[in-house]
């Protein structure tokens, strides 16, 4: 069975710290490009972070460029999302994608419809 589960999820103060993963299984990783989403109450889910499976180069969004790492490690068949100074707003579920997308182009690889499996989600929430 193909599948994608996150975890590292919880409860979080501003200014803090989360590791998320991304465990994939029943394929492999390996050539495939990796991707973090989130999405808020209310509002759509798009792109933070992408690895593409061509040069295995790490793409940011805007919006946490500096505070976000994204990094994969193929021989565990894992992803990882690094968060830092986390802020109310980072605040979401977290999903993490893979597919086939390669380039820089921001409005390709942050558009939902572009990735083809997905895990279950794991919620963010950053609160005092």
């Known amino acids: 069975q193909v599948q994608l589960v996150e975890s590292g999820g919880g409860l979080v103060q501003p200014g803090g710290s989360l590791t998320l993963s991304c465990a994939a299984s029943?394929?492999?990783?390996?050539?495939?490009?990796i991707a973090w989403f989130r999405q808020a109450p209310g509002k759509e889910r798009y792109g933070l972070a992408y690895?593409?499976?061509?040069?295995?180069?790490?793409y940011y969004a805007e919006s946490v460029k500096g505070r976000f790492t994204m990094s994969r490690r193929d021989a565990k068949n894992t992803a990882y999302l690094q968060m830092e100074s986390l802020k109310p707003e980072d605040t979401a579920v977290y999903f993490c994608?893979?597919?086939?997308?390669?380039?820089?182009?921001?409005?390709?690889?942050?558009?939902?419809?572009?990735?083809?499996?997905w895990g279950q989600g794991t919620q963010v929430t950053v609160s005092s």
């Open positions: 029943g394929f492999t990783l390996d050539g495939m490009s």
């Open positions: 690895i593409s499976r061509r040069d295995y180069r790490a």
């Open positions: 994608a893979t597919g086939i997308i390669t380039g820089s182009d921001y409005y390709t690889w942050s558009h939902p419809k572009n990735w083809n499996t």
